[in-house]
Nanobody, 119 residues
Framework: VQLQASGGGLVQAGASLRLSCAVS??????MGWFRQAPGKEREFVGG????????RYADSVKGRFTIARDNAKNTVQLQMRSLKPDDTAVYYC???????????????WGQGTLVTVSS
């Protein structure tokens, strides 16, 4: 399984941005996004189960971020709205079996895409 994340960039606070993750190989996995800001630990952002019927979000992004998947196109998206400077981080697309918040639950990781939110 290979994951290719894209869509990062520099935006102003309050703006929206959509990240995409292209999945190659076996695609019947729970998918998710983690992020890591400079000097901070990697943290769970959101996840979606294999059939898209269940999602889970970090409290810090609930109501602002939405995760969706298109299994026909083997893609996963993270729509981010009302971005804040605290959202600045490298965002990683991940794949695993269970919809959990710990990084160890995810076997496959993409290369990361940088999101920078200016104030």
């Amino acid at each position: 399984v290979q994951l290719q994340a894209s869509g990062g960039g520099l935006v102003q606070a309050g703006a929206s941005l959509r990240l995409s993750c292209a999945v190659s190989g076996r695609t019947i996995y729970t998918m998710g996004w983690f992020r890591q800001a400079p000097g901070k630990e990697r943290e769970f952002v959101g996840g979606i189960n294999a059939d898209g019927g269940r999602t889970r979000y970090a409290d810090s992004v609930k109501g602002r971020f939405t995760i969706a998947r298109d299994n026909a196109k083997n893609t996963v998206q993270l729509q981010m709205r009302s971005l804040k400077p605290d959202d600045t981080a490298v965002y990683y697309c991940v794949a695993g079996v269970f919809l959990r918040t710990d990084p160890g639950a995810y076997t496959y990781w993409g290369q990361g895409t940088l999101v920078t939110v200016s104030s």
